[in-house]
């Protein structure tokens, strides 16, 4: 015999937090935004260098650090933002997305080695 009420009713389930009680963004350890809907986990050293570490970014920060440095590179740098940001493509591409939305992306042209 089929029941006649749900098992759990709705009141049963917790309700979701309001936009006011959402903790903010964290931002982002390369430029400095914050995060969006989509925040990806990076390893500032790769797991295969021995990379334990993890920190927020935005996607598409991600995408140009792999497009723009070797492993052994990024494991020289290791947690040091300021040394990745020394370098000429990384500086054009944060202050190229200053000023767009937490969720922007956008295709990424490997680097040519």
Known sequence: MARKHSKHSR???????????????????????????????????????????VVPMHGICQQTL????????????????EALLANPAIRKFVDWVANKDPDFTAPISKKQR
């Open 11 to 53: 009141n049963d389930w917790a309700e979701e937090p309001d936009e006011a009680e959402a903790p903010p963004p964290v931002p982002c350890w390369l430029c400095g935004r914050p995060t969006g809907s989509t925040i990806v986990w990076h390893h500032p050293v790769p797991k295969s260098r021995g990379g334990r570490d």
């Open 66 to 81: 792999t497009a723009n440095f070797t492993n052994s590179e990024l494991q020289r740098h290791g947690l040091d933002v």
